[in-house]
Every structure is written in C-alpha cells, then in structure tokens.
C-alpha cells in the first residue's frame, strides 16, 4: 500500500468518533475496496454497504427472457456485451448457452461494431441488447443517431439502460434504510457532473462524495466523506476532480436527452424505480423493440426464491451470509447475476473476501 493510502487511513483513523455507514454506488469501487483489503483497514466503526451499482445484475429478467426469445429466431444476430452473456432468464437459461446450440450471438466492444455487422449482413435482423448505466448509454444514442441517419431498416435496440440517481433517491427515501452517506461513481458523474446529485442531497439530506477508483482515490473518498458526517455536513463534494466537472459531459447530456427519455423501469431484484431508465424517443422508434414487462408485483419468481439478489443489492445481505455462496452459487454456475458480472458483489466476494 502506497505512503499516501497509508496516511489516508491514519487520517480516517483519527477522525472516526461514532458509527457510520456508507454506501459505494460503484460495483467497479466494490471489487477495488475488496482487492485492496480497504473493507478490512477501515475502522470496526465504518460499515460498507454494497449498493446497486452493476448494470449488468439490475437488468430486469423480462428484459433477458425477451433477448432470448430474439436469439432463437434464426433470422437474428443479437450483439450485447461479454457480461450479459451468463446472466440467466426467468428459467435459468442464458444467452451463452444458446449461442452454444446455434444461436448467433456475439460479443461486442462498442455499440459501432453493431453498425457495421448491420451494414454487412442486410439480410439479417441486427439487434443490439443495449444496458448499462449513463456511461454506456451516449454510445448506444449515437449508434441510434447513425443507424437513422443512414436508414439502416435491419438494426433494432433492445433498451435496458438505467439511470443510477433514480435508484439512490428511491433507496435513501426508505426510512428502513442505514446508508448515511454515498460514494457515488466517478465514471457516471464525469458524463452527468453534480447537479442532480445536488438535487439528492437537498431531498435526502446525505453526504455524497464523488470518488475514483484506485485505493487512494476511494480512500479520500471516505474520508471525505467521513469528516462531513462528523461535523453534522450533508452536500456533494467532489473527490474525482481529475475527470469529474461540475457540468459533468454536455455534448454526452445533449445526445442522451436528444435520443432518449427517462421512463419507470424495473431493476432485478428492486422492483420498479420511477425514471430508472431509458427509451427511445418517438423520432427514434423504428429503431425500437418494446419492452415486455409483466406488471410490477411482489410476487416471488423461482429465481428470486432461490437467489436472494435483491437484499445483495440493496446492501441488506453480505453476499458471503447467503446460504448458496460458494457452493450452490459460483461464478461458474450462478444462480443469480450478482455473481456473473464482472463488477458484481457476489462474483467480488467470491474473488477477493477473505
């Protein structure tokens, strides 16, 4: 560990009076706490919660069973990223496997790789599975934008793009919730800048610090936001100015609202967040496929009785306290998306908790 980490600890150390809890947004920050061993330096007194931070894991099932059902239609290419892959439907099948018994799926690194193949193969339906939070969403608008532009008949998106400051508002308004303060992602505020975490701050009354990704910068990211609890503070203050602005990425903001516009969404294991993603805009929607969503209920699907996903999320169960952790449930053989993503808290856990 670096002198500077070092220091930072003794820092967070010596400025720790009382209990707090906070909540790291990112689910890249939950693997590098865990990697650095951050979760075992910090005082006894600082709980970590893990918060919903991983696209990947929130993309509601309805929306993986309806990529399935496209995949096996012999006519489709359906592109999506690595991650997506090994996320399991309603009946536990996923992607991977299809593409396994014939399916064309692929891998894709840039929502332009889709454009292309759509160019090459006219006599084929070309759909781009399209997730993750508002860092990935500008690529998939301009994508759209292209596609238009060139009146490409043969490429639809399938949209499940959510919006991280919907889910935190939700969460933070539960009066069942710990969280006293926030992490929030660097990555996503370097596109949205600080505004509508000001707004959350006013409504919610939580400190919220926007922190990078190394131990030193997550480091000062805690005590930052440590020391604003201790003096009784609630206000956003930015740890990540090296690539966070307080304006955040216009030119990536225009292109989000020109394209898209917010809709309630169901996130995996949450439920319903109102304004928690995206759709196309009417002036986009040959590009469109509907979402099929069933009505958002508290029913228990088979995978919820069997993956308990939704607590991991919301930070009210350690992934290692689940009764399937490490042995039913593995990154090889999942039970839930959790451990399938890369920045998932169960696949973090299973990695680097000791």
């Given at each position: 560990?670096?002198?500077e980490?070092?220091?930072?600890?003794?820092?967070?150390?010596s400025?720790?009076?009382?209990?707090w809890?906070?909540?790291?947004?990112?689910?890249?920050?939950?693997?590098?706490?865990?990697?650095?061993?951050?979760?075992?330096?910090?005082?006894?007194?600082?709980?970590?919660?893990?918060?919903?931070?991983?696209?990947?894991?929130?993309?509601?099932?309805?929306?993986?069973?309806?990529?399935?059902?496209?995949?096996?239609?012999?006519?489709?290419?359906?592109?999506?990223?690595?991650?997506?892959?090994?996320?399991?439907?309603?009946?536990?099948?996923?992607?991977?496997?299809?593409?396994?018994?014939?399916?064309?799926?692929?891998?894709?690194?840039?929502?332009?790789?889709?454009?292309?193949?759509?160019?090459?193969?006219?006599?084929?339906?070309v759909?781009?599975?399209?997730?993750?939070?508002?860092?990935t969403?500008?690529?998939?608008?301009?994508?759209?934008?292209?596609?238009?532009?060139?009146?490409?008949?043969?490429?639809?998106?399938?949209?499940?793009?959510?919006?991280?400051?919907?889910?935190?508002?939700?969460?933070?308004s539960?009066p069942?919730?710990?969280?006293?303060?926030?992490?929030?992602?660097?990555?996503?505020?370097?596109?949205?800048?600080?505004?509508?975490?000001?707004?959350?701050?006013?409504?919610?009354?939580?400190?919220?610090?926007?922190?990078?990704?190394?131990?030193?910068?997550l480091?000062?990211?805690?005590?930052?936001?440590?020391?604003?609890?201790?003096?009784?503070?609630?206000?956003?203050?930015?740890?990540?100015?090296?690539?966070?602005?307080?304006?955040?990425?216009?030119?990536?903001?225009?292109?989000?609202?020109?394209?898209?516009?917010?809709?309630?969404?169901?996130?995996?294991?949450?439920?319903?967040?109102?304004?928690?993603?995206?759709?196309?805009?009417?002036?986009?929607?040959?590009?469109?496929?509907?979402?099929?969503?069933?009505?958002?209920?508290?029913?228990?699907?088979?995978?919820?009785?069997?993956?308990?996903?939704?607590?991991?999320?919301?930070?009210?169960?350690?992934?290692?306290?689940?009764?399937?952790?490490?042995?039913?449930?593995?990154?090889?053989?999942?039970?839930?998306?959790?451990?399938?993503?890369?920045?998932?808290?169960?696949?973090?856990?299973?990695?680097?908790?000791?």
């Amino acid at each position: 560990m670096s002198a500077e980490a070092k220091q930072l600890l003794e820092q967070i150390h010596s400025s720790t009076t009382r209990p707090w809890t906070l909540m790291e947004v990112c689910g890249g920050q939950t693997h590098a706490l865990l990697r650095h061993g951050i979760d075992q330096l910090l005082p006894p007194e600082i709980t970590l919660i893990h918060g919903p931070g991983c696209p990947v894991c929130v993309t509601a099932t309805e929306r993986i069973d309806q990529a399935l059902a496209l995949a096996e239609q012999p006519e489709v290419i359906l592109c999506s990223y690595g991650d997506m892959l090994r996320v399991p439907g309603s009946n536990g099948r996923d992607l991977l496997s299809l593409r396994a018994q014939g399916a064309d799926v692929r891998v894709i690194y840039s929502p332009l790789d889709v454009l292309e193949l759509a160019r090459q193969h006219p006599e084929r339906q070309v759909v781009f599975f399209a997730v993750g939070f508002e860092t990935t969403a500008p690529a998939t608008a301009l994508l759209a934008q292209q596609a238009l532009a060139e009146a490409i008949s043969n490429l639809k998106l399938l949209v499940a793009h959510v919006r991280v400051v919907p889910v935190l508002n939700q969460l933070l308004s539960d009066p069942a919730c710990a969280v006293q303060g926030v992490l929030a992602a660097g990555h996503v505020c370097t596109v949205m800048g600080g505004s509508e975490l000001n707004d959350l701050v006013q409504r919610r009354r939580r400190p919220v610090v926007i922190t990078g990704f190394s131990a030193e910068e997550l480091l000062q990211g805690i005590l930052r936001c440590i020391t604003q609890l201790e003096r009784g503070e609630a206000r956003v203050e930015n740890a990540y100015g090296k690539a966070v602005s307080a304006e955040g990425n216009r030119e990536a903001q225009t292109l989000l609202k020109h394209v898209f516009e917010p809709i309630n969404t169901i996130w995996r294991g949450l439920g319903v967040i109102n304004q928690g993603g995206y759709k196309l805009r009417p002036a986009f929607v040959q590009l469109a496929l509907d979402h099929k969503d069933r009505q958002a209920s508290n029913e228990q699907t088979a995978e919820q009785a069997e993956c308990p996903s939704g607590l991991v999320l919301q930070g009210l169960l350690r992934p290692s306290a689940c009764s399937s952790f490490g042995n039913r449930c593995t990154p090889d053989h999942p039970l839930g998306a959790p451990m399938v993503s890369s920045e998932g808290a169960c696949a973090a856990y299973y990695r680097y908790q000791r």
